[in-house]
Nanobody
Framework: VQLQASGGGLVQAGGSLRLSCAAS????????VAWFRQAPGKEREFVAG???????YYADRVKGRFTISRDSAQNTVYLQMNNLQPDDTAHYYC??????????????????WGQGTQVTVSS
């Protein structure tokens, strides 16, 4: 299974980006897919996750600004990020979980990871 994350870039505070996570080798289907992020010098943290068709979960820091969704036909999960702030600057990773239908918030909950995409928000 390979996960390919894309869509990162440089944006000004208040701007938006949409990240994509495409899978090959396995179908996301109803399985949990999550986005994590890691800023320099900090631990990787849970950002958002989705399970089944559209049940989603968010970290408090991004609730109301980020939206996770999935397109089953494209076998892709998206993270729409609005009103980005400098604190959102990080490398963003997508991850998939196959053995459990719960959206976990720990890195160890997920078996497969993409290589990540960099998001930089300037003030």
């Amino acid at each position: 299974v390979q996960l390919q994350a894309s869509g990162g870039g440089l944006v000004q505070a208040g701007g938006s980006l949409r990240l994509s996570c495409a899978a090959s080798g396995r179908t996301f289907s109803i399985y949990p897919v999550a986005w994590f992020r890691q800023a320099p010098g900090k631990e990787r943290e849970f950002v958002a996750g989705i399970k089944l068709k559209s049940i989603s979960y968010y970290a408090d820091r991004v609730k109301g600004r980020f939206t996770i969704s999935r397109d089953s036909a494209q076998n892709t999960v998206y993270l729409q990020m609005n009103n980005l702030q400098p604190d959102d600057t990080a490398h963003y990773y997508c991850a998939a979980r196959w053995e459990d239908l719960r959206v976990g918030t720990l890195m160890t909950d997920y078996a497969d990871w993409g290589q990540g995409t960099q998001v930089t928000v300037s003030s």
